[in-house]
């Protein structure tokens, strides 16, 4: 393997970060930046049809940015074509420009700093050589490009002959890149419903979504070597796990769910089936339904509480802890469990620092949600429990899904949300780089055991 050479010394790299900001508070700010812009252009009175909060405005443009999808405001009543366009830009901004800067850092941190650095690029992006950086971002535009324009092809002819050119082609445009970015905003109160048994829509919007999901690396490899075998150790596992997730999700929720009237009882066999699949994947961040989410038995919450805490892949649309985390995880505790001094995964090790940055995240992201379900039973114990955890979740996750109490939380709620989808977008590639970024100890202690378990 073509090895780097180290361009910028620990010192002198400590030396030019003190002086420039970091790339995650470039991110940050960026974001929080794009945010304040779209929530004034939707304020602006050709953007909204009747009146609009700042608090509204805020938060659905910073639901907008982060491609989350929740809202406070009907999308397709409450904003004109114009408004409904900020927000369209909004989301290929969030989703996009999120891609283009985390494989921006990403090369910077394996390319211009030291050895270590090229682990963190070889695992989020499954790259050799990273020597020709706008190369790779073109690369990445173009597969925007094509998948959108795609997608947007593929709805028009399912959508023109039934509303007409204009509506039918608007629609193509906004739930393509709404789903191809995980955002899951939509032109109707109801959000997919109507197409709950509809085929051709089922496979386009989840085709969609899953794309932009799984991550640009695992896209280009697979364009590349076009072989299973072939793919590097992220690849397949993102490629296997999206799958049993997938697919176990959908036999789980049928099995919970076959007999509720309230969301699959009432459906055709096939519906079932189409229904099933569509909300097991949705449920990795997508935002979109095609049942209703308040009529779910508690059961089918907690299945969905776990995907969307899984979320789907690096380097993608999606948030979450990632599904390359939660297969981490299992396979270090099946390690443990079979005291085997390696954690393996599809007959490779997994190097230990890999573990490390497993449990990291996904502690971090547990005591997170807890603080914020903790501040909403407080501030909205008025609502039922397992509704706040389902909203902090999903704003984490940036899922979009709700159970029909966003509008509803009070001002202290929703705030609460906004930081939850402004952290749970921004913070996974903040916490990358402050794993990534090697540190010197020149003390070592000695050793105790202590009492696990």
Request: hydrophobic share 55%; charged share 10%; glycine share 10%.
């Amino acid at each position: 393997m073509k090895q780097w050479h180290q361009t910028i010394r620990p010192r002198q790299w400590q030396n030019q970060k003190s002086l420039a900001a970091s790339p995650p508070m470039v991110l940050a700010g960026g974001f929080f930046v794009l945010i304040l812009l779209g929530a004034a252009l939707l304020l602006l009175p050709w953007s909204r049809v009747g009146p609009l909060s700042v608090g509204d405005a805020l938060f659905t443009a910073t639901s907008a940015v982060t491609v989350t999808g929740l809202g406070v405001v009907d999308t397709a009543t409450h904003f004109t074509y114009l408004g409904q366009g900020i927000l369209l830009l909004l989301i290929q901004l969030g989703g996009l420009g999120f891609m283009t800067f985390g494989v921006l850092v990403l090369l910077l941190l394996a390319g211009r700093v030291s050895f270590s650095h090229q682990f963190l690029v070889k695992e989020s992006l499954n790259q050799t050589q990273l020597s020709d950086v706008m190369r790779l971002v073109r690369h990445l535009a173009r597969f925007v490009l094509i998948a959108e324009g795609l997608g947007i092809v593929l709805l028009a002819l399912c959508w023109v002959p039934q509303m007409g050119w204009h509506k039918g082609l608007w629609h193509a445009l906004f739930y393509t890149i709404s789903a191809f970015n995980n955002a899951g905003f939509a032109l109707s109160s109801d959000s997919l419903s109507q197409y709950v048994d509809s085929g051709p829509v089922n496979l386009i919007i989840t085709a969609l979504f899953m794309t932009g999901g799984i991550g640009f690396a695992v896209v280009s490899e697979l364009a590349q070597k076009r072989s299973y075998n072939r793919l590097s150790l992220h690849s397949r596992v993102m490629l296997l796990g999206t799958l049993m997730l997938a697919l176990g999700g959908m036999a789980l929720f049928l099995l919970i769910e076959w007999h509720n009237p309230a969301t699959l009882g009432h459906l055709s066999t096939g519906g079932k089936l189409w229904a099933a699949w569509f909300q097991s994947v949705t449920a990795r961040t997508a935002g979109f339904n095609t049942i209703d989410m308040s009529a779910m038995t508690p059961a089918a919450v907690m299945l969905f509480l776990l995907l969307m805490l899984i979320g789907a892949g690096p380097g993608s649309t999606a948030s979450g802890i990632k599904v390359t985390t939660f297969a981490v995880l299992l396979a270090a505790t099946r390690a443990f469990l079979l005291r085997r001094p390696q954690t393996k995964l599809l007959n490779r090790a997994v190097p230990a620092v890999s573990v490390f940055k497993a449990l990291a995240v996904t502690l971090l992201s547990l005591m997170l949600i807890f603080l914020a379900v903790f501040v909403l039973a407080i501030s909205d114990h008025d609502k039922p429990f397992l509704d706040l955890c389902f909203e902090v979740v999903s704003a984490f996750g940036t899922v979009g899904l709700t159970r029909g109490i966003t509008p509803e939380l009070s001002a202290t709620g929703k705030a609460v949300i906004m930081v939850m989808m402004f952290l749970g977008r921004v913070g996974p590639l903040t916490l990358g780089f402050l794993l990534a970024t090697p540190r010197v100890h020149r003390v070592r202690y000695a050793e105790e055991p202590v009492a696990i378990g």
